[in-house]
């Protein structure tokens, strides 16, 4: 019996999680909820690499429907025009584990985790409390592996197998700070 949900947030993130949850001789079923990815074709985009990810490593993959709890997100995507960043990504993130917690406690799978902890552009603060809180709700704990470490080679992996590789975070408010910062580098040459 798999004993580990791993919340997938991207194909390219998984490509070096899934391998370190391996290597501790875990078996993860991975679970793709994030419906904070904005625009629609984007969130294609991102499922596709998590599909081809999947058939490329022999995984079980749970592709969640995307809507979740509509009124939480419509909160969540209204916050994001006014919020700070913090207040945003903290929303996001504990509503995006404590579905995944739920999902856990329902499908009977004690431990939950995310791919969320390869990105070095993530607050790791706010996962763990997010994690922590959600586990608690839910009755399931959240497991975590530091893999910032792996994120370079999460591009050369994503190549090898022809993945897309996302250029912002997720939601529309991310698309529009990388979108900026981009254009600051090449300003400043
Ligand atoms: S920047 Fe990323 S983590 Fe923060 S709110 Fe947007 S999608 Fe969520």
Request: proline share 5%; glycine share 8%; with cysteine.
């Amino acid at each position: 019996m798999n004993d580990l949900l791993l919340h997938a947030c991207c194909g390219p993130c998984a490509t070096v999680a899934v391998p370190a949850w391996r290597e501790r001789g875990i078996e993860p079923v991975a679970w793709f909820h994030n419906p904070n990815i904005q625009p629609a074709a984007e969130l294609e985009r991102r499922t596709e690499s998590m599909r081809r990810f999947r058939r490329a490593a022999g995984l079980e993959l749970v592709l969640e429907p995307q809507a979740g709890d509509t009124a939480s997100w419509d909160r969540w995507a209204l916050r994001q025009r006014s919020a700070a960043p913090d207040e945003r990504c903290a929303a996001c993130l504990g509503l995006r584990l404590g579905a995944a917690a739920a999902a856990a406690a329902r499908l009977g799978v004690r431990r939950f985790g995310t791919t969320l902890t390869v990105s070095p552009y993530q607050r790791h603060d706010l996962i763990e409390r997010a994690g922590a809180a959600a586990a608690d709700e839910h009755g399931v704990t959240f497991v975590s592996l530091d893999l910032r470490d792996s994120f370079r080679q999460s591009y050369g992996e994503s190549r090898r197998l022809g993945l897309y590789r996302q250029p912002y975070c997720g939601c529309a408010a991310s698309k529009w700070e990388a979108w900026h910062q981009r254009a600051a580098r090449k300003r400043a040459g």
